[in-house]
């Protein structure tokens, strides 16, 4: 709808295999079912929601250097690159947009090597480990976000 604020929600590397990909980490639910529920949210908060999954970076970057013209905030759970893309964080930097990042897991109860994140130096905030609900908090927060 016009006038409503539109908010890009991205996911990286194979979140496309949600549900069956180590379950008893990322859960039974799959990326169709997180987007779902998001949409179910966004319209509930008077948001327009974008909803994309790549499992390539340049793809990502492309996704947020468009969002700067088209989008009002980013949600992003970019997976393993958000251990390892500076261009990923230079992009979201460049984009000057409210940027919230979600995992589906604790990160911080898995390896070490999960306790760096490159997107968090760009996102305004971080929700790890409450599954595909992290998604659907971090739209409650988006939302008060662009309001401001």
Known sequence: MPGQPTILILNGPNLNLLGV???????????????EACMERASALGLAVEFRQSNHEGQLVDWIQ?????ADGIIINA??????????????????LPVIEVHLSNVYRREAFRHHSYVSQAARGVIAGLGGQG?????????RLVQE
């Open 66 to 70: 468009e969002a700067r013209e088209t």
């Open 21 to 35: 990909r180590e379950p008893a980490t990322y859960g039974r639910e799959t990326l169709a079912d997180i987007e």
């Open 79 to 96: 997976g393993a690159y958000t251990h390892t893309s500076i261009a990923i964080l230079d992009a979201l930097r460049a984009s000057e």
């Open 135 to 143: 998604y659907e908090l971090a739209l409650e927060a988006m939302a």
